[in-house]
């Protein structure tokens, strides 16, 4: 039976006879700021862990023998499980009914994960040398399985975590609008955190030092690097995690059932897809342009995203896979993420008063997505730059001039500006197109995610072979992104309707990240 003291039920989704009853002996009242900080706050573990996994693990994989064409493919597991895992735990985080509350077993179970994945990367080379990796050969195969298991494993428990920690920040606002922009400001703020401190750690060459135990035999010091770098990961995921698990409550719900309970969950499952398939179908023009902008911008991004610090590797650095001036590279290349997290920081704050001055949110847009074109075009002269002085004197190996490192930095500051608008603007113009045809809003802003990791896979599955017909660089992967951000920027331009200045300035700017 279920108690007399409940105040709210929660449908068991279409066509479920269940319902879900919040436990509370009053009604739902906002919870106090430190809550909402200490819940926000998960943000910088999980962004840590992104951060390394964007700037070091792509390099990383080749390190084990993984050839440059196949490492991409390593990455389909993050739009797969961002597509998938999200919304499946979204569902039935609003209809746990564990003593611990709604979302606090996803959030501590996605924690576990997380932290049993990264023991599986950073130790993969040394697991897999205990099983008999040969370690004169290139290729380690135990090695890659168990790193490509942790990957994947990482991948699932980071959407475990994201869905169910702003569903957190959701229940302790209360419907609060005021709360609820605060909740998802500090999240974000503490994303920015989290890239920071992930990016710098993955740029300090020395900190292997702090754990001399990470060098092996079968892990040399960039290995240990990485292996140091998620140790601090680990650590500070458990703790934010577990202060804010500790101290912040969730709320417990119960399920009253009807005869035919079992099949009803089952239909309900079914619900939160067929949900987004319904919206697919009833989609204006306006939406489907925008998620044709979108998905050709993010083809343009995921390049950048996958091979940049690969690039500073070979290209810039001229360095191979193992080698010192490869690592420099690389680890250059975390510093470079680095700024560009800092710069995506302060240009977000921008965002509004600029789209304002060019005549609106889609101008903005299309004018940015010109500087991500050039700026992926301009690492063709910044490398072709790099090869000459090499050839001119050895010396530049793995130490290019300071000409090229400014310009290779310059590259990811720059990139900053147009990451920034990217992280806002189409989904302010999702939740304006989607209030000008009535259709709403979550359901409009879940469809454009379609629309940002279909192009990751294509791009994770397509590009490591395109860039081995031409040598197997990264050069080729970013002049495709070059074209596909120009196109994108004349698209959004010319072909994206025209919003009113008072119905954009009530659009939500929401600053998120690729998964």
Sequence with gaps: MASSNKDKTINGGSGATNSLHVESGSPPQTSPLWKLIAVASIAAGIQFGWALQLSLLTPYSQLLGVPHTWSSFIWLCGPISGMVVQPIVGYYSDRCTSKLGRRRPFILGGAVAVA?????????ADIGHAFGDDLSKKTRPRAVAIFVIGFWILDVANNMLQGP???FLGDLAAGDEKRTRLGNAFFSFFMAVGSVLGYGAGSY???HR???????KACDRFCANLKTCFFFSILLLLFLTGVALFYVKDEQVTREKSGDGEEDERSAAVACFGDMLGALKGLKKPMWLLMAVTAINWSAWFSYFLFNTDWMGKEVYGGKVGEEAYSRGVEKGAMGLLINSVVLGAMS???EPIGRAVGGAKNLWGFVNFILAGGLGMTLYISKVAKHDRLINPRFIGHPSAGVQ?????????LGIPLAITFSVPFALASIYSSDTGAGQGLSLG???LAIVIPQMLVAALSGPWDNLFGGGNLPAFVVGAVAAALSGIMAIFLLPSTKQSEAAKAPLAIGGFH
């Design 165 to 167: 920690c702003r569903a």
């Design 406 to 414: 400014a310009g290779a930095l310059s590259f990811f500051a720059v």
């Design 447 to 449: 469809v454009l995610n």
């Design 116 to 124: 049993i994945a990264v023991f599986f990367i950073g130790f993969a």
């Design 349 to 351: 704050l921008a965002v």
């Design 205 to 207: 060459d020395k900190i």
């Design 210 to 216: 702090w754990f001399p135990f990470t060098e092996t």
